[in-house]
Nanobody, 122 residues
């Protein structure tokens, strides 16, 4: 089993920045990929940013050029730097992890999810 612990999030004015952090522990190994999903009230979860096995990022079109996912060379961690935030970025953000073989921006019902952290942009 893999545990994901998130931190960061909060409230910010439009145009501001926030950074989310996630640390994976437990049964972690090199087959694990990590990323970030979000869910707005009444909507389905959507992929925001993920990294594949070699670290290459993939972003949702709505956040390209504003958000950056990284691990800063720390294994089993994932950061999401969010800049130029917009009110439509308001959502619960989740750190997600699963096997790199089938990990992508589309929600395939991945095995491991963090508890979620709220981001509110006004």
């Amino acid at each position: 089993h893999v545990q994901l612990v998130e931190s960061g999030g909060g409230s910010v004015q439009a145009g501001g920045s926030l950074r989310l952090s996630c640390v994976a522990s437990g049964r972690v190994d090199s087959s694990l990929c990590m990323g970030w999903f979000r869910q707005r009230p009444g909507e389905k979860r959507e992929g925001v940013a993920i990294q594949n096995a070699d670290g290459t990022p993939t972003y949702h079109d709505s956040v390209k050029g504003r958000f950056e996912i990284s691990n800063r060379n720390a294994k089993y961690t994932a950061y999401l730097q969010m800049n130029s935030l917009k009110p439509e970025d308001t959502a619960m953000y989740y750190c997600v992890a699963d096997n790199c073989l089938y990990f992508e921006l589309k929600d395939r019902g991945y095995a491991y999810w963090g508890q979620g952290t709220q981001v509110t942009v006004s």
